[in-house]
Each structure stands twice: as structure tokens, then as C-alpha cells.
């Protein structure tokens, strides 16, 4: 299970929620009043998925903040992401900048990444594209498989540094590798180029996994308009949003 923004939970706690959810709650909302910090960012993180519990942001954010009292980086993080997308207060890009940047100075990968993205996007910092490549580079060496895949773009398409399709490529493939959608699918799109048709459907079938229902929706017209019978083929496995 990934928590919003994909910041993952423990794997202790994902095992509990695949195997008794029931079990999850009772021990977070204990563990937490009891002013553990851990305990804290996990029942936060619960509460903004609706998993194991029910979707409650104004209370998750409360248990960001109190755990980011705490100083554990990826509270910090998830306080920031509620900034920036509403949850449990109003959006404020100005907000959510500050505290990726403060939970990225505690080598939040998450926040690393997610400070680069606002950078990229000019959301509550100043557009800097050249900052944010940085940025997406110390992200991604630090294994974040969707700063890869950005790494990949700008490689690819010549942001802020020379085109280098090899480095693209070589992104790509190690986003993919890391799990993330987008560069499995990007990845699949290089080896289709390539001839490498059945490579491609294995990666796509992974994408297809864990993609957003928009993502799906806008693969699924990509693939139906591909060229490969095979790629057309995975069209029809896709839903309305969804894999079948």
C-alpha cells in the first residue's frame, strides 16, 4: 500500500493491511496518543488514503504536524503535501515549498523530489527548470524511481542539458526497474522502438499495476493506436480507468 503522493508506509504495517486491517487502527491510534512519532506519520498516512481506516485529512494532518514535531523527515514531507493539495487546509504552494525544502534538508528523497516538481512547475517558488534538474538528480541518486524518470525527460529532451538519448534511456530503465509507472511505460515505449515488442508488453502489463485511472485512460488510447497488434492488444485489457 502507498500513502498519497506515493510516500510509502512500513512494510510491517502494508502486511497488517493485506492481511488483518483490523489489527492496524487500534495499534496506530494507541501507539500515537502515546506520543510515538513513527506511530504518528503511519495513522496519518492511513487516514489520507482511507485504508484501514476511514478518509479523515483534517485529522491526518494533524498527526503529520505532530509527528513532524518530532522531526521525522517524512512527516515533514506529508505536511507539505498537504499544502500543496488541500488536504485538511486550504492549498498553499508557498506553504508546501517551505516544508518539502525543510524535510529535504533530512535527505527526504520524497521531499527532494517533490521540491523539484515545484520548482519545475513554478508552484509557490519562482519557475526554475535548471534547479529543479538538479534538484530531480539528487532525488534520483538517491533511488527515487520517479525522479528517474524525469531525469529521463530532460535527457531526452534536451532541458538544461544537451540531448544524451543513451542517458534517457538508461533513466528510463532504472526508473522502471524501481517500480515507477511512468518509467516502466516509458522504458516499454524505448523497447517497442527497438523491435523488442515482447519486453515491452511485460513492462506495460507492470505499469499497468499501479497506474492512476487518468494515466490508464491515456495509455489505453496510445496503445490503441499503436502500430504493434501486440500493444493494441493490451488496449482492450484496460478499462475505464482501470486494468481488467
Known sequence: MEAFGDEPVSPLVDEWLHTDPRRVLPGLSLLAH???????????????????????????????????????????????????????????????????????????????????HLLASGRGVPKDRAAAFVWFRLAASRGHARAMHFLGQYYEHGWETPVDRGAAFAWYRSSAEGGDFRGQCSHASVLAEEGRVVEAVHWLRLAMKSATPEYLRQLRQVLAESAQPELRELANEIGDGEAR
Open 34 to 116: 502515546d506520543g510515538d512519532p513513527q506511530a504518528q506519520l503511519l495513522l496519518g498516512q492511513l487516514l489520507i488514503n482511507g485504508v484501514g481506516a476511514s478518509y479523515n485529512p483534517d485529522r491526518a494532518l494533524h498527526w503529520f504536524q505532530e509527528a513532524a514535531r518530532a522531526r521525522l523527515p517524512m512527516a515533514i514531507n506529508m505536511v507539505g503535501r498537504c499544502h500543496e493539495y488541500g488536504l485538511g487546509t486550504p492549498i498553499n504552494y508557498e506553504e508546501a515549498a517551505r516544508w518539502y525544502h525543510r524535510a529535504a534538508s533530512f535527505d527526504c528523497d520524497w521531499a527532494i523530489y517533490n521540491y523539484a
